[in-house]
């Protein structure tokens, strides 16, 4: 199968530089220094057309700001991107217009990702107008049409955002994101804020529109039944790498990288009723500082003197798993 977006190697740093005080500091002998996060560290990541690629960690690990590089919200601080088999670096003007319609992304709250002064038909129509997708005569039948598609009473265009409910926002976000006709999703934690009963409404409505217009996602999550539910393949990622990669069913099924296993022995399940759940000891450690080797040692129980020096790569494990974890690679001693 072709592909839609590849990342190779891409790291995202955050820097914030030394304030004025703390520059003053130094000239009389401090040693502050510009803060860096490493949000996210040497990713490779693939998404090929109409699949649906679930993205999974704790709230901290750099989901949110890798899903903005995908979406072309942020440049990569290194490594390259490349859409549809070509280098972002090296595409002219309408190649980057070809990226910046084709991938679009579904916030996590989408109150705060409308404009509260401008009117639903208004937030879905803007895009396609300033890209000449729709003229003005006929920006309304567009944005009605709209609508329609993700299960809104056209009616509607005329109310503000705060006049909807959550779920119904969820799907004027969802409107404006294919406004554009786009090719990729990013849905960052899309379905997180709504109730049990509109998340199954919202991930069905994915599904559908999966189904008609051939799309493809990139959904972020940490929940991991809702992955279970929409997802073709499952990436894993902790302090800003990915640990494994495979099919839904293989991971699920036998997960390979200690952290992958424990995040799966603690999903709750109607035939464990009485058990004792036993969390991840410890805390993620801050991406301003993360420790050296691989990530996950200091709060792996199998961790070994190898882990505390030298970080693993992905590499091809059992069931068409790609794990990153020197127990897949000669040992940890």
Same mark, same amino acid.
């Given at each position: 199968?072709?592909?839609?977006?590849?990342?190779?190697?891409?790291?995202?740093?955050?820097?914030?530089? &030394?304030?004025? /005080?703390? !520059?003053?500091?130094?000239?009389?002998? %401090?040693?502050?220094?510009?803060?860096? $996060?490493? =949000?996210?560290?040497?990713?490779?990541?693939?998404?090929?057309?109409?699949?649906?690629?679930?993205?999974?960690?704790?709230?901290?690990?750099?989901?949110?700001?890798?899903?903005?590089?995908?979406?072309?919200?942020?440049?990569?601080?290194?490594?390259?991107?490349?859409?549809?088999?070509?280098?972002?670096?090296?595409?002219?003007?309408?190649?980057?217009?070809?990226?910046?319609?084709?991938?679009?992304?579904?916030?996590?709250?989408?109150?705060?990702?409308?404009?509260?002064?401008?009117?639903?038909?208004?937030? &879905?129509?803007? /895009?396609? !107008?300033?890209?000449?997708?729709?003229? %003005?005569?006929?920006?309304?039948?567009? $944005?009605? =049409?709209?609508?329609?598609?993700?299960?809104?009473?056209?009616?509607?265009?005329?109310?503000?955002?705060?006049?909807?409910?959550?779920?119904?926002?969820?799907?004027?976000?969802?409107?404006?994101?294919?406004?554009?006709?786009?090719?990729?999703?990013?849905?960052?934690?899309?379905?997180?804020?709504?109730?049990?009963?509109?998340?199954?409404?919202?991930?069905?409505?994915?599904?559908?529109?999966?189904?008609?217009?051939?799309?493809?996602?990139?959904?972020?999550?940490?929940?991991?039944?809702?992955?279970?539910?929409?997802?073709?393949?499952?990436?894993?990622?902790?302090?800003?790498?990915?640990?494994?990669?495979?099919?839904?069913?293989?991971?699920?099924?036998?997960?390979?990288?200690?952290?992958?296993?424990?995040?799966?022995?603690?999903?709750?399940?109607?035939?464990?009723?009485?058990?004792?759940?036993?969390?991840?000891?410890?805390?993620?450690?801050?991406?301003?500082?993360?420790?050296?080797?691989?990530?996950?040692?200091?709060?792996?129980?199998?961790?070994?003197?190898?882990?505390?020096?030298?970080?693993?790569?992905?590499?091809?494990?059992?069931?068409?798993?790609?794990?990153?974890?020197?127990?897949?690679?000669?040992?940890?001693?």
């Amino acid at each position: 199968m072709s592909e839609l977006i590849r990342l190779e190697q891409v790291s995202k740093r955050f820097v914030k530089p &030394v304030d004025l /005080a703390g !520059r003053i500091a130094n000239r009389l002998g %401090a040693q502050n220094m510009p803060r860096i $996060v490493h =949000a996210v560290d040497r990713v490779d990541l693939v998404v090929r057309p109409g699949e649906v690629v679930a993205l999974v960690g704790e709230s901290g690990c750099g989901k949110s700001t890798l899903g903005r590089v995908v979406a072309g919200i942020h440049a990569a601080s290194e490594g390259k991107v490349f859409w549809q088999g070509r280098d972002l670096a090296a595409l002219d003007a309408s190649g980057h217009a070809d990226f910046t319609l084709g991938a679009q992304m579904i916030f996590q709250d989408p109150m705060s990702s409308l404009n509260p002064r401008m009117r639903a038909g208004e937030i &879905v129509g803007e /895009a396609p !107008r300033v890209h000449g997708l729709t003229d %003005a005569a006929g920006q309304a039948g567009y $944005v009605e =049409a709209l609508f329609r598609q993700v299960g809104l009473d056209p009616e509607y265009c005329r109310r503000f955002p705060h006049q909807f409910s959550g779920g119904q926002r969820a799907r004027i976000g969802i409107a404006r994101a294919l406004a554009v006709k786009p090719k990729l999703l990013v849905c960052d934690e899309s379905v997180a804020a709504l109730d049990v009963s509109i998340q199954a409404q919202v991930l069905n409505l994915f599904m559908d529109l999966r189904e008609a217009l051939g799309l493809a996602y990139l959904f972020i999550s940490h929940d991991l039944g809702v992955v279970r539910h929409i997802a073709d393949r499952v990436v894993i990622m902790y302090l800003g790498r990915i640990v494994e990669t495979g099919p839904k069913e293989a991971v699920f099924a036998a997960p390979q990288h200690p952290y992958t296993r424990a995040l799966l022995e603690n999903v709750p399940r109607l035939d464990a009723r009485k058990r004792q759940f036993t969390t991840i000891k410890g805390e993620i450690p801050s991406p301003l500082q993360p420790p050296p080797g691989c990530h996950f040692h200091p709060r792996c129980p199998l961790a070994g003197p190898r882990c505390r020096q030298e970080a693993p790569g992905l590499k091809e494990g059992a069931s068409g798993h790609t794990v990153a974890c020197h127990l897949e690679d000669g040992g940890v001693g």
